[in-house]
Structure formats: C-alpha cells, structure tokens
C-alpha cells in the first residue's frame, strides 16, 4: 500500500535561514508527488509537483524538492525563510492508476522566528 | 474565472441531524473529491466521483453520503452527525487521473455539538 510518512510534525527556523521539511514514500511503482501548503484558517495550495520529467523540482515561492528514488524521498527546501512561509506544509502521493486519489502525509507545521 | 466553492464556510448542527455540506466547480472537471482534515490525520479521502452517477468509497466513508447528478455539484451528507465527525471538509476536483491538475475548495468548519 502506499503511504507517506513526513518525518517532523513541526520545525522551526529564524527568518533568512534554510529551510528543510523531510518527506519519506513508500509506493510499489513512481508515484506522482506534491507538496502543498495550507496557510491558517486557508484551504491548500500546490507547491510543486514531481510527475517523472525531472527529479529536482522547482516551485512556487522559492520552494523546490528533490525525488530520491534509492532514499524513497522527497524532501523540501527553501533557501533563505520568510516570515510569510510559516505555514502548515503537506507532502502527497498519488499512486498509481489510483484514479487521481491524494494520499496525504501527516503535515509538517513550519514557524518561522524572525 | 473558474473556481471551485464550498458552502458553508462554517456548521455548527446537533448529533443526530442529518447535514448537507455543498460544493460546486466550475472548472468542468469529471473528478470530484471531499476530505476531513484532522489534527495528526492530514487529509483522509472520505468518497470521490469520476463523473455523473459515479461514486466511490473513500478511506473513511462510514456516516457520509454523496451524489453525482451532474458535473458541477457534489454534496456530502452526514446522515445522522457524531461528534467523530467534527472537521474541517474540503472538497477538490481534478483534470487528470493522474493527480495533476487539483483545485481545492476553502473548506467547511463543521462542529456537531
């Protein structure tokens, strides 16, 4: 079965430092993979996807991930934070030939410390 | 512009009722979802559509209900609320079987007192 297991329920970091969310997968196949954010009382919003093009993705706000198929990872990382990144961040997989269904790992709380 | 709402925003209702939670997109997508999101939980699949007549059961479906009369609408119905089943619901749709493509609505804050 897939699953994804995000390995920190929350970090925090100073404002202008890097940042690193760890995501871990475990599909049978290459799954597709997401990271999306959720800002308080706000639905989601899609970061970056990863979909087999490329292994380094690229996103949105200076966000990017890359797909490690022998660590079965998926980790996100930004440069320098922002106050405005402190967020609820998820990592999803969408198994394949799963009709499109998101499996969602447990969210990882960012605080950002000015 | 395309969108995809949920209504409303927040419920507050009693055990027992029977509650209808709405969501619309105008994007023209065949794939519809609703979720609950909880603390430590993320957001678990509660029934999805592929289209009109099409449902599915979801990883936690117990309690919940849709209906797929056309493209654009899929409400949920709780048919007899829990206080298990205080969340926050999202609903989504999608362009692509492949996952790609996903737009999520804001939500509905429901709480069963």
């Known amino acids: 079965a897939q699953s994804v297991t995000q390995l920190d329920s929350h970090v925090s970091v100073s404002e202008g430092t890097p940042v690193l969310l760890r995501c871990n997968y475990s599909s049978s196949y290459s799954p597709s993979l997401f990271w999306y954010v959720q800002h308080p009382n706000k639905g989601l919003q899609l970061l970056l996807k990863?979909?087999?093009?490329?292994?380094l993705v690229k996103g949105i706000n200076g966000f990017e991930a890359e797909f490690k198929k022998s660590e079965t990872s998926f980790h996100l990382t930004k440069p320098s934070a922002h106050m405005s990144d402190a967020a609820e961040y998820f990592c999803v997989v969408t198994p394949v030939n799963q009709g499109g269904k998101l499996i969602f790992g447990q969210g990882t709380e960012l605080s950002v410390k000015p | 512009d395309a969108e995809i709402t949920q209504s409303p925003r927040h419920k507050i209702t009693e055990t027992g009722r029977q509650v209808t939670l709405a969501c619309h997109q105008t994007?023209?997508?065949?794939?519809m979802f609703w979720y609950r999101q909880d603390l430590g939980h993320g957001l678990r699949l509660i029934h999805y559509?592929?289209?009109?007549?099409?449902?599915n059961k979801g990883e936690v479906s117990d309690g919940y209900s849709v209906s797929r009369s056309n493209t654009e609408d899929l409400p949920l119905t709780l048919e007899s609320a829990a206080s298990s089943q205080t969340s926050v619901y999202f609903c989504a749709s999608s362009e692509s079987a492949a996952g790609g493509g996903y737009t999520f609505g804001s939500g509905t804050r429901l709480t069963v007192v």
């Open positions: 994007w023209n997508h065949n794939n």
């Open positions: 990863y979909t087999s093009a490329a292994t």
């Open positions: 559509s592929y289209g009109v007549h099409d449902t």
